[in-house]
């Protein structure tokens, strides 16, 4: 047998140890609160539910060389600490604090000797992330009737160029004052209203049947896509919040933060973050209050609103900065349409002055890629069909004429990215 040995490190025990092109990388990702490593391989290090303890071999040799690699870009979230088991890590004993902390990074850590152990040759962090392709469609669905109050399933699709489709036949639980996101950067979600059960939407627009709910029931609260492909539900008659995966899953409750309020919209802003705002608080009384969320999905506490106190409101993303726009909903003279820009940095704006039909409980989804569109609702106490679109400057434009069953207290998401 022959063979060439090409940029090894020869270790003071006569052994060649591995190079950096030739680790062992561990098939296996690593998920857990801890692990315990060894010389010679690369780990993967997924910290999305937790931080992860890291225990490095409690003896080395010169030339013992580890890599780690934050696996699904959320070491900013939850970190990873080092635990050099009883060896210097950068000269520092393990009674040092270890801790790496930013999305993205990677170290490459390789051991000296006793007097400095364990020592980073690369401590690097990838800074381009893939971005999904911007949602191309929408789907308004479910609702409510206002003579009869009778509650609705079916849904309207809408095309690339903003165009409002008949009516689709219904599926799942017919319900109004429910809640829609996207989640996986081309599929949605409806949830809540009056029951707790949610209905996927694949990326053709297609409603699936019910899903068994989960979590605290929220009769009029809102849901966001925040971090690109995850989204929370939160508000209604109790701030409870629920996070929903990126393959579609309702989580378990999170203790609310905030004022519980119904008729509240909310937006993403920033490209990876959401906003809830305005509503209806309990005894009746109107706010214009909003709670920032995370790109992880933790609610802020209350901050100050701008705009005129309302509920019934609607709101959607816009642009290619990061911008959004909330609009219509009840003021205390009645339905407005009156519409307030989110900057990418979540501040809501003062008013703006009202372009199409007043009204109130419509629903608002991003479509085309980096536009928006507003409808249905209600002119209490009669229904539309109408609808609103905004284009990528957060103009809203005058009325289309109405398609479909005219109803309000509907949800709408995005959905496809595809034209």
């Known amino acids: 047998m022959s063979g060439i040995v090409q940029n090894n490190i020869l270790r003071s025990s006569g052994t060649i140890a591995v190079s950096a092109a030739g680790l062992n990388w561990v098939d296996t990702v690593i998920t857990g609160s801890t692990a315990t490593v060894e010389a010679g391989n ?11 303890t890291i225990t490095l071999p ?7 060389q580890i890599v780690l690699i934050d696996y ?27 801790e790496y902390t930013t999305s993205g990074q990677s170290i490459n850590i390789v051991y ?4 400095k152990g364990w020592i980073p040759l690369e401590d690097d962090v990838t800074a381009l992330e893939p971005v999904a392709p911007p949602t191309q469609k929408a789907i308004f669905g479910f609702g409510s009737l206002y003579s009869s109050g009778a509650k609705q399933n079916m849904s309207n699709l809408v095309n690339s160029s903003g165009v409002v489709a008949t009516d689709t036949t219904g599926v799942g639980t017919a319900r109004g004052a429910l809640s829609a996101l996207g989640y996986g950067g081309d599929k949605g979600i409806f949830a809540y209203g009056s029951t707790n059960k949610s209905n996927l939407v694949n990326s053709s627009g297609v409603i699936a049947s019910d899903t068994d709910g989960v979590g605290t029931t929220k009769n009029g609260g809102s849901g966001v896509t925040i971090g690109g492909d995850i989204g929370v539900f ?20 999170t203790t609310g933060v905030g004022t519980a309020r119904q008729g509240l919209a909310a937006v993403e802003y920033g490209g990876d973050k959401g906003v809830f705002a305005f509503g209806e608080a309990s005894g009746g009384s109107l706010v214009n209050t ?7 999905g933790v609610i802020a506490s209350d901050a100050s609103g701008a705009g005129t106190v309302r509920y019934g ?5 816009y642009g290619s900065s990061g911008t959004a726009i909330i609009a219509f909903g009840y003021v205390p003279a009645g339905s407005s349409n009156l519409s307030n820009l989110v900057s990418n940095t979540g501040v809501v704006a003062s008013d703006t002055s009202g372009v199409g039909t007043a009204r109130t409980f419509s629903a608002a989804s991003r479509y085309g890629g980096d536009k928006g569109i507003f409808g249905f609702g209600g002119q209490i ?26 109803r309000f207290e509907i949800a709408a998401c995005g959905f496809s990215s595809s034209a």
């Not at 409690?58 to 013992?64: C, I, L, R, W, Y």
């Not at 979230?77 to 004993?93: A, E, H, K, R, V």
């Not at 109408?386 to 109405?402: C, E, L, R, Y």
């Open 381 to 406: 106490p009669s229904v539309d069909n109408m609808s609103n679109k905004v284009n990528n400057s957060g103009v809203i434009a005058s009325d289309t004429t109405g398609v479909g069953t005219a």
């Open 234 to 253: 939160a508000f209604g008659s109790n701030p409870i919040s629920n996070k929903v995966s990126n393959q579609g899953v309702i989580a378990s409750d």
């Open 290 to 296: 909003r709670n920032l969320v995370s790109n992880t």
């Open 313 to 317: 409101v609607a709101g959607c993303s």
């Open 112 to 115: 000296s000797d006793a007097t």
């Open 42 to 52: 690369g780990y993967w290090i997924n910290t999305t539910s937790n931080t992860c």
């Open 72 to 98: 699904a870009r959320t070491w900013g979230t939850n970190s990873i600490f080092i635990d050099s088991n009883g060896l210097n890590y950068q000269g520092s004993p393990d009674t040092s604090t270890v």
């Open 58 to 64: 409690s003896s080395a040799e010169k030339g013992d």
